[in-house]
């Protein structure tokens, strides 16, 4: 097997993490839009997410779908311990044919818990799309996202 940092894709993956981390520690992390027009800072937490997406849309040959498919348990994924805590299904019905409306779609996410080394833990949520056919596409926004509580109400019929 090849050592992997004879790989030009980790290589390249590695420099830049050297070099984001060694700016971010000097707080002057900044990205050129054009020819050098607008220059913006970007905060940690815009940094993480970015890097988050990144390393959960590559764990897997399947990208994203890897994940909305049902997969369990917590999974290690680079240093973060990886956790899906909630995934917003398809919930259109179907006619006798066992169909979707044609041209219907739905939306579709997948919610992450992301563990870190340092006891850390950030939440983040995947947008895509089901597709007339069933199908997914994540095409969406990937963002942070944070733990709510909810009092829901229902009903019951009276004894």
Known sequence: MPDLVDDPVIAG?????KWAAAELAAQTLYCTKGPAV?????????IETWRAHHLLANHS????EHWQSG????????????????RLDDDRARDDYYEYD????????ITFKAEYPDGGVRYF???GEYDSYGRI???????????????VTGYQAKT
């Open 38 to 46: 607008t220059t913006t800072a970007y905060t940690e937490d815009q």
């Open 137 to 151: 596409s994540f095409y969406g926004d990937f963002i942070q996202v944070e733990p709510i509580t909810r009092t």
């Open 61 to 64: 040959p399947r990208g994203w």
């Open 125 to 127: 949520q995947k947008h």
């Open 71 to 86: 997969y369990a348990g917590r999974t290690r994924v680079d240093a973060l311990a990886v956790t899906v805590v909630e």
């Open 102 to 109: 044609q041209g219907s779609t739905a939306p579709a996410a």
């Open 13 to 17: 993956y590695i420099a830049y993490l």
